[in-house]
């Protein structure tokens, strides 16, 4: 979870969702996250290539011809995971059938997993029951409360699509360690790798520590990249990855392996918006993503507080 310190990324959207012609905004009483709900880039959807903002609509129709669709997040934030499951949603509508792979799911049991083929041999009160045992899995898993992911799981099951594990512990080192090199990042975006990590830390890890992490990062990215890969095969129309932001990152998370291996995606990452920052570009960094999704801000402690506690320093200069 080396994102869960990150400049946050993520978004929301009401559970009656619907893709429609015109670039919208919600009202303050529709966002569940807190703080700038009147923004004026809130609610609207940036597309980076043609430097426009853009309908929900158009955004489906974009992404509905990459094989793979990453969905950038931040993991606590509910209205972001809303988001999520009506795109999912909305992609099932196009007839399209992608598995659902979510980063979370890496630990759980193969059971777990298999749990979801006899439901369409069943009724809806399966589906609950399915759901109530990835719920029951969840709570030790470490991952925020399961009720702000639950539209996931709910929106998935209930248009016929599955849910695939992120578990790629068969892959041998050789394979991480070959791909490593052979789809290495360029010596910038290593850098701006390891400066991301190093403020997402909040400047308290020692410098020989800093590219430890990246190299875990980076095998991360590998892994779910051939998770994708795998869902695919194996009867997915496409994938749809659940991940942080930075995983989803199209310079130098997963994209960039799924790149690697020939593979068509789109990112989109879903952006809290900055007081007194009102253009879009003031917002995004050249090449993390396809389209930009911007929301309000989710009311949080500020999570340097507690690492320059446990590591007893004070903020760097």
């Known amino acids: ?42 609610g609207k959807i940036y597309d980076v290539s043609s430097a426009s903002f853009i309908s929900r609509k158009d955004l489906l129709g974009l992404i509905s011809t990459s094989r793979h669709v990453l969905l950038g997040e931040i993991h606590d934030n509910a209205d972001h995971h809303a988001l999520q499951a009506e795109i999912i949603e909305a992609l099932a509508e196009q007839k399209r059938r992608p598995r659902v792979v979510m980063e979370m799911l890496e630990k759980a049991p193969p059971t777990l997993i298999d749990s ?8 809806s009160s399966h589906t609950s029951h399915v759901i109530d045992n990835f719920r029951r899995w969840w709570t030790k898993s470490g991952w925020p409360d399961f009720e702000i992911y639950a539209p996931i799981f709910t929106k998935t099951l209930a248009s016929g699509l599955r849910l695939a594990t992120s578990n790629m512990q068969g892959t041998s080192s050789t394979t991480i360690e070959t791909l490593l090199t052979t789809a290495a990042l360029s010596r910038l975006h ?14 308290v890890l020692p410098d020989n520590v800093i590219p430890k992490i990246a190299v875990a990062q980076r095998k991360r990215d590998i ?6 890969r795998a869902a695919h095969a194996t009867g997915g129309d496409g994938t749809v990855l659940i991940a942080g932001s930075g995983h989803a990152r199209k310079d130098r998370g997963v994209p960039h392996y ?4 020939g ?5 989109i ?9 009102t253009e879009p570009l003031d917002l995004i960094e050249p090449g993390e993503a396809d389209y930009i999704w911007f929301t309000p801000r989710r009311k949080r402690e500020d999570p340097c507080i507690a690492l320059r506690k446990r590591f007893g320093k004070t903020k760097a200069n």
């Open 1 to 42: 979870m080396l994102n869960g310190f990150r400049k946050v990324r993520a978004a929301i959207f009401a559970s009656a969702f619907v893709f429609v012609a015109s670039t919208p905004t919600l009202s303050a009483d529709a966002w569940q996250s807190e703080v700038l709900r009147d923004h004026p880039l809130v």
């Open 269 to 277: 990452n879903f952006r809290e918006v900055t007081e007194g920052k």
């Open 263 to 267: 593979e068509s995606s789109a990112t």
């Open 116 to 123: 979801q083929n006899a439901i369409e041999r069943k009724d």
């Open 190 to 203: 290593e850098e701006a790798l390891n400066e991301e990590l190093e403020i997402s830390h909040c400047g």
């Open 258 to 261: 799924l790149e690697h291996f």
């Open 223 to 228: 892994k779910l990249a051939l998770a994708m």
